[in-house]
């Protein structure tokens, strides 16, 4: 009679019992991989000296054995505060067993795998590589004492099928998660939906705050039927537990001392081969210390990027894992299945390198994206002041061109946006305007600076954000100082060729950051594999992503492609007109000014930095070269002699 085999599992040992040969390790580490319970090998703890004797013929006495029964005994105690445990161990003897059970603060169960003498014999005498004589079979079954409180499993079958059996009679094996989420906030929910969607079995963890945070992964759980088979905790410690092995676990929580202090109190209740994901929005030097953090203790670290808001989260996001190539082929089926798809089939999950790789590309689409907001800002604000054109008419004119090149995802919910009205006024004009700044605009325009990549599109979206915090000194401004408007006719093609001039150049310049960063910490990104994970899911994504993805797969300077070039060539009067009339206005157009400085830069064969590099040898003696020997020696000019 087994007695309540299943109960209290959670702090539990299960013994794989019986002489060598009838399948222990076997059993055991197919016990494993279906409960997620780490497995040992109890004949990993004997000492030489018993190993020597057992390679020798010599069979083991109790004075050989107690040692090793007590290595294992002290080993099982402290594994099994943290998780159940399976242990392959011949226990013998009642004497041998009582030894392994004396430990207080854990159930210890039996499984006794038995088999005929002749069964067993043969498989010894088939067995490669083991320090354990065939000769010595002999002497364990004389000595087996069956226990009357153990589960006896017959091995004249499968090692699938005894593991079956093991599990009728443990049910709550069966209930282990395959992957946990720590972090309710609105995408980690999101996220949360979008898994449980894909019929993926969640742990869910959310931190208890007394009268702020409470009960919250439970309420939530409650609330989605989707969520049906999900698990609600408070207690980082159960939470770990209830998953698989090798565990997989997603952070969602706020980037910095949050993230860390979350590593620091997980790093204990992990295994090796576990998989931490770091989800959220973090530096990606950040992520490459946690990495070699976690590389310590055999803990696979993966920090990627998730782009596509709650909506994305939920259906589909676009997502930029990086780190542990091994850590990452442990998670990527989770990631297949809840990633977007585009229009040719392809999931928007890409591995992208190693490292930081995947927080930093994160970080750079965002850079781009407060771009091609602050772009969309100034054009409707162009329309506004230069045209007088009111929201409704904007819209109606912008509306034709979801069905164009210039489609993207963020012109169609502006769109969305100036049609929407609150109290007989539209909303988005009582909107406050001043655009908030969550850090990754910022660690962009300091990298690109960092490794001497020019990103000035980028850099304008983030110092127009910066100027909008100014807002009550703006009004105060505003009220004192002259601001000429004039009306002026718009060409609604013009000003979108313009628009659409600036934005290749904007994600020319995030692409040229990536490929510079990536070759210079050997991350080797596919650039064009990169653009075909924006091309969904994202918020960036548009018919311009799309069509990069294969005009970067051809060179991965985008602005000189031929079909980019004739782009600038038919679009730069419509651009230089905008600017012109937005002077005029006095309107500030920060992201179209950069990015008509950056072209006209790029494509000036002779510039007035020699003047520069004259000013710095004059004062500084820090030499130039010569335009005839660009690669050439460096010269040095007394300016002053006559």
């Not at 009357?148 to 099928?161: E, H, Y």
């Not at 039927?225 to 952070?251: H, N, T």
């Not at 590389?295 to 996001?317: C, M, N, Q, T």
């Not at 950051?513 to 960036?540: D, F, H, M, P, R």
Request: proline share 4%.
């Amino acid at each position: 009679m087994l007695d309540c085999l299943g109960c209290n599992l959670l702090n539990t040992i299960i013994y794989i019992m019986g002489v060598s040969g009838c399948g222990k390790t076997t059993i055991g580490n197919l016990l494993s991989k279906q409960t997620g319970y780490p497995f040992f090998d109890g004949d990993q703890f004997h000492p030489s000296v018993n190993i020597e004797k057992m390679a020798a013929g010599i069979p083991l006495n109790d004075e050989d054995r107690i040692p090793w029964l007590n290595s294992i005994k002290d080993f099982a105690e402290k594994k099994v505060l943290k998780n159940s445990i399976i242990i392959a161990c011949s226990a013998l003897k009642q004497t041998y067993r009582d030894i392994l059970t004396n430990i207080p603060k854990a159930n210890c169960r039996f499984i006794l795998l038995h088999g005929e003498a002749a069964v067993l014999h043969q498989r010894l005498q088939n067995r490669v590589g083991h320090f354990m004589q065939a000769n010595l079979l002999e002497s364990q079954l004389n000595i087996l004492e069956t226990p009357t409180n153990a589960l006896v499993i017959p091995i004249d079958q499968t090692p699938t099928k005894i593991v079956a059996q093991i599990i009728e009679k443990l049910p709550i094996t069966l209930s282990m998660q395959e992957f946990g989420l720590i972090g309710l906030g609105v995408m980690g929910k999101s996220l949360s939906r979008n898994f449980a969607n894909k019929g993926i079995k969640l742990s869910l963890y959310n931190r208890f705050v007394k009268n702020k945070e409470e009960k919250v992964a439970e309420l939530f759980i409650t609330e989605f039927p989707e969520l049906s088979d999900a698990k609600a905790f408070e207690d980082l410690v159960a939470f770990v537990q209830s998953l698989s092995l090798p565990r997989k676990i997603m952070l969602m929580v706020h980037a910095g001392e949050a993230t860390d202090d979350l590593i620091h109190q997980l790093i204990p209740l992990l295994d090796k081969g576990d998989v931490l994901i770091d989800g959220g929005n973090a530096y990606y030097l950040d992520t490459e210390k946690r990495i070699n953090l976690l590389k310590k203790w055999g803990i696979h670290f993966i920090g990627s990027g998730v782009s596509g808001g709650e909506e994305g989260a939920l259906k589909g996001p676009s997502i930029m894992p990086g780190g542990s190539i091994e850590g990452y082929q442990l998670i990527q089926p989770f990631f297949e299945k809840i990633a977007a798809t585009n229009n040719k089939g392809i999931k928007c999950c890409n591995y992208i390198g190693a490292g930081g790789a995947g927080h930093f590309v994160k970080m750079v689409h965002n850079g781009i994206e407060y771009a091609e907001m602050q772009l969309l800002a100034e054009l409707v604000q162009f329309l506004k002041i230069t045209g007088g054109f009111t929201n409704d008419l904007i819209a109606l004119l912008l509306q034709p061109f979801l069905q164009t090149e210039k489609t993207s995802y963020l012109l169609e919910i502006t769109i969305q946006i100036l049609q929407k009205k609150w109290k007989e006024a539209y909303l988005v004009d009582q909107i406050l305007d001043n655009a908030g700044n969550k850090g990754t605009g910022s660690w962009t325009t300091i990298e690109a600076a960092k490794w001497g990549i020019p990103i000035p599109t980028l850099t304008a979206a983030l110092n127009a954000r910066f100027m909008s915090s100014m807002w009550e000194e703006r009004r105060q401004a505003a009220a004192a100082l002259l601001t000429s408007n004039q009306k002026q006719p718009v060409d609604i093609d013009s000003v979108m060729a313009a628009y659409q001039l600036c934005r290749i150049i904007n994600h020319h310049q995030g692409f040229q950051l990536i490929e510079t960063v990536s070759k210079q910490q050997g991350w080797n990104i596919n650039l064009s594999e990169l653009a075909q994970t924006w091309t969904a899911g994202c918020i960036i994504r548009s018919k311009l992503m799309e069509e990069i993805v294969s005009l970067i797969g051809q060179s991965n300077n985008l602005l000189m492609h031929p079909i980019i070039v004739q782009n600038f060539n038919q679009s730069v009067d419509s651009l230089k007109q905008m600017l012109a009339a937005a002077l005029s206005n006095e309107l500030p157009m920060d992201c179209f000014s950069a990015s008509a400085q950056y072209l006209f830069g790029y494509k000036q064969a002779s510039s007035g930095a020699s003047l520069i590099q004259a000013q710095r040898d004059f004062f500084g003696a820090h030499t130039y070269q010569l335009k005839e020997d660009p690669k050439g020696p460096f010269y040095h000019t007394n300016w002053q002699s006559a």
